[in-house]
């Protein structure tokens, strides 16, 4: 499996046939992205929560392309609402299966207004495993002791996780989160994208790999991480 970062909190999990677009924030929407929702082709789009900078190209990029989307229910029932078809719909719990794994969606800590001001409340995290690979994006989230549990429950091979503060949890308790987690690989996101959330991912990597059994891999946007 291919994981590019393309950005933010954007990542496409790819085995040639499928790709899989989490929180579709493309360029020029996002600053540190280098490609357009023209430049990518998901097969499916899982979504964590509403925030502009999580679903700023999500509405054309899957009118376009046709990708099963998959979204907590109030955020699924407003992309039904904007012409999406072939929308799932879990909740917190819910397990979402395609022909190249699964999507859980679990707990996280943030607010959740869509760009046009509706507030829907509820915001995921995804626990995704793609051919046999489990990926867990943290999504936007403070640091909370049931991420503990939540890996329990699915062991993590590569976490995405939120490091810039501001508006998630910062370098520092994403170093108990990655404790928490437990995951081979840590992959920081969620910084360096705006002034608020402006931290030092190498201090984040030296503080996980002397303090935790996980290795962090730090990607530039546009770069990929192979397993
Ligand atoms: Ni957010
Ligand atoms: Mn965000």
């Given at each position: 499996?291919d994981?590019?970062?393309i950005?933010?909190?954007?990542?496409e999990?790819?085995?040639g046939d499928?790709?899989?677009?989490?929180d579709?924030f493309?360029?020029?929407n996002?600053p540190?992205a280098?490609v357009?929702?023209d430049?990518?082709?998901?097969?499916h789009?899982?979504?964590?929560?509403g925030h502009a900078?999580?679903?700023?190209?999500l509405?054309p990029l899957?009118?376009?392309?046709?990708?099963?989307c998959?979204?907590?229910?109030?955020?699924?029932?407003?992309?039904?609402?904007q012409?999406?078809e072939?929308?799932?719909?879990?909740n917190y719990?819910?397990?979402?299966e395609?022909?190249?794994?699964w999507?859980?969606?679990?707990q996280?800590?943030h607010?959740?207004?869509?760009?046009?001001?509706?507030?829907v409340g509820?915001?995921?995290g995804?626990?995704i495993?793609?051919g046999g690979?489990?990926?867990y994006?943290?999504?936007?989230t403070?640091?909370?002791g049931d991420l503990?549990?939540?890996?329990e429950?699915?062991?993590?091979?590569?976490?995405?996780?939120?490091i810039?503060?501001?508006?998630t949890?910062d370098?520092h308790d994403?170093?108990?989160?990655?404790?928490?987690v437990?995951a081979?690989?840590?992959i920081?996101m969620?910084?360096?994208?705006?002034?608020?959330?402006?931290t030092d991912?190498?201090a984040?990597?030296?503080?996980?790999?002397?303090?935790?059994s996980s290795?962090?891999?730090?990607l530039e946007p546009g770069?990929?991480h192979s397993?």
């Amino acid at each position: 499996m291919d994981i590019n970062f393309i950005g933010h909190a954007t990542f496409e999990l790819s085995d040639g046939d499928s790709r899989v677009l989490i929180d579709p924030f493309l360029a020029p929407n996002n600053p540190a992205a280098k490609v357009s929702a023209d430049d990518v082709d998901p097969t499916h789009i899982l979504v964590t929560h509403g925030h502009a900078d999580h679903v700023a190209d999500l509405v054309p990029l899957a009118k376009r392309t046709g990708a099963q989307c998959v979204a907590l229910v109030e955020l699924a029932n407003w992309l039904d609402e904007q012409g999406v078809e072939n929308v799932s719909d879990p909740n917190y719990g819910g397990t979402v299966e395609f022909d190249w794994g699964w999507v859980k969606m679990v707990q996280a800590f943030h607010t959740g207004t869509l760009p046009d001001g509706t507030v829907v409340g509820g915001q995921a995290g995804l626990v995704i495993n793609f051919g046999g690979t489990t990926v867990y994006h943290l999504g936007d989230t403070c640091l909370f002791g049931d991420l503990k549990l939540i890996a329990e429950r699915t062991p993590v091979d590569i976490a995405l996780m939120p490091i810039g503060g501001h508006y998630t949890m910062d370098r520092h308790d994403a170093v108990v989160a990655a404790d928490f987690v437990g995951a081979g690989t840590v992959i920081p996101m969620h910084y360096n994208t705006f002034p608020p959330i402006e931290t030092d991912a190498e201090a984040f990597k030296a503080d996980v790999e002397s303090k935790t059994s996980s290795q962090v891999v730090i990607l530039e946007p546009g770069e990929t991480h192979s397993t």
